[in-house]
Structure formats: structure tokens, C-alpha cells
């Protein structure tokens, strides 16, 4: 059974950081394109960052480019997602989410497992 466990959210000031981890069990990570999706409170879940399980290319949204960084760690079946400069509009349950589709079809209606996500409240 496919699991994805996520991590690292809570309340923090604005310009301040956090670190979600995400671990998963039930599949290897390294087959799969990891990354984060959030849904505000009233919206649409979102793309934040996705990588691919070649090469290093990682998409981000523009809402989070220069703040944010993915990573991920294949042998320890584990991705991250580092926050910095945070704001409050980044307030969010936080998802990871993996598919085995190439990067470039990375989307919501393509993510074959989900996480149960992670709070993340950044206050003014």
C-alpha cells in the first residue's frame, strides 16, 4: 500500500522559514516526478514545484520562484520543499504528490498518489 506522509508545517512570521519533508513507503521515489501542490482555504489546489526523476530540471511556480527550493533524496524515499522569505499569502495546506509521468505533463490530474498534507500558516 502506497503512502505519503508529509511534514515540517506550522505557524511562522512573515520572512520567516520552514521545511517540509515528505516520506514515502509502499514505491521507490526514484521512479516517480515528486513534487508540492497547495489549496488555500476557498481555492483551487495549486502547483508549487515539481522534479522529474532525470536530471536536475525543477519547475516552480512563479508565485514561488526564489524563495522555495525542491529536493529530493531517492534513497531515503524522501522529497523536501525549503521555504524562505515566506509570506502570508504562501498560507496553505501543503500536498506532496508523485506520477510516473514525465515532468513536462507534471498537473493535478496527472499525480497518481497524494499525501494527507501539511498546515502551513504564515502570519503578518
Known amino acids: 500500500q502506497v503512502k505519503l506522509a508529509e511534514s515540517g508545517g506550522g505557524l511562522v512570521q512573515a520572512g520567516g522559514s520552514l521545511k517540509l519533508s515528505c516520506v514515502a513507503s509502499?514505491?521507490?521515489?526514484?521512479?516517480?516526478?515528486v513534487g508540492w501542490f497547495r489549496q488555500a482555504p476557498g481555492k483551487d489546489r495549486k502547483f508549487v514545484a515539481a522534479r522529474g526523476w532525470i536530471g536536475d530540471t525543477t519547475y516552480y511556480a512563479d508565485a514561488v520562484k526564489g524563495r522555495f527550493t525542491l529536493s529530493r533524496d531517492d534513497r531515503s524515499n524522501m522529497l523536501h520543499l525549503s521555504m524562505d522569505s515566506l509570506k502570508p499569502e504562501d498560507t496553505a495546506v501543503y500536498y506532496c504528490?508523485?506520477?510516473?509521468?514525465?515532468?513536462?505533463?507534471?498537473?493535478?490530474?496527472?499525480?497518481?498518489?497524494w499525501g494527507q498534507g501539511t498546515q502551513v500558516t504564515v502570519s503578518s
Open positions: 509502499g514505491l521507490r521515489t526514484q521512479s516517480y516526478s
Open positions: 504528490a508523485l506520477t510516473r509521468v514525465q515532468l513536462n505533463d507534471y498537473q493535478a490530474s496527472t499525480i497518481e498518489h
